[in-house]
């Protein structure tokens, strides 16, 4: 199982908007819509922002929105806010009952 | 509330094992798969595998098999992680996580516990 592929930073000013990519294969991201997408800051555990590609668990802001196309998942991230900042990682179901993350992309809020 | 709360941090010698708990309250144990992840130091999040708290049947990802055994104690609600012949780079932390709600995903996760090994 090869971690799927994210870009190692992105940053943004406050009010604009950000994409985070996420790069699998036909074995996982493209086969199952199944990708979720998670929020670390510092020194703390992940926070669940967006599941089954789409959608939003409760308590998540509908700034964080969820897309897929083939092998890509994205996640977008609107009207940035500085209490944004912080590693995201993606993850999907890859068959079999395993799962596999991405190699994470640190959010900087300029 | 739901939670999942884990042992303290350890330190280990090269060689030696090392296991882990996690404590779940707030839901019903046997009905979700507990899941492993870790982080090494300043890197990304790696699955480890999952455990059924019912039946105790577990999965591991293909680089842990053989070297992290995952078990659970229904009676006490709690799910183990014992992982053995360390190295310097199982150096992470270790989280347990669940899907309660979610599927597929991981909606609650554990505190984190912080293993150190070292010669």
């Known amino acids: 199982q090869s971690a799927l592929t994210q870009p190692a930073s992105v940053s943004g000013s406050p009010g604009q908007s950000i994409t985070i990519s996420c790069t699998g294969s036909s074995s996982d991201v493209g086969s199952y819509n199944l990708v979720s997408w998670y929020q670390q800051r510092p020194g703390t555990a992940p926070t669940l922002m967006i599941y089954e590609d789409t959608k939003r668990p409760s308590g998540i802001s509908n700034r964080f929105s969820g897309s897929k196309s083939g092998n890509t998942a994205s996640l977008t991230i609107s009207g940035l806010q500085a209490e944004d900042e912080g590693d995201y990682y993606c993850?999907?179901?890859?068959?079999?009952?395993?799962?596999?993350f991405g190699g994470g992309t640190q959010l900087t809020v300029l | 509330q739901v939670q999942l709360v884990q042992s303290g941090a350890e330190v280990k010698k090269t060689g030696a094992s090392v296991k882990v708990s996690c404590k779940a309250s707030g839901y019903t144990f046997t009905g979700y798969w507990m899941h492993w992840v870790r982080q090494a130091p300043g890197q990304g999040l790696e699955w480890m595998g999952w455990i059924n708290p019912n039946s105790g049947g577990t999965n591991y990802a293909q680089k842990f098999q053989g070297g992290v055994t995952m078990t659970r104690d229904t009676s006490i609600s709690t799910a183990y992680m014992e992982l053995s012949k360390l190295r310097s780079d199982d150096t992470a932390v270790y989280y347990c996580a669940t899907s309660r709600s979610v599927g597929y995903s991981f909606d609650i996760w554990g505190q984190g516990t912080m293993i150190t090994v070292s010669s």
């Open positions: 993850c999907s179901y890859a068959g079999s009952s395993t799962w596999v």
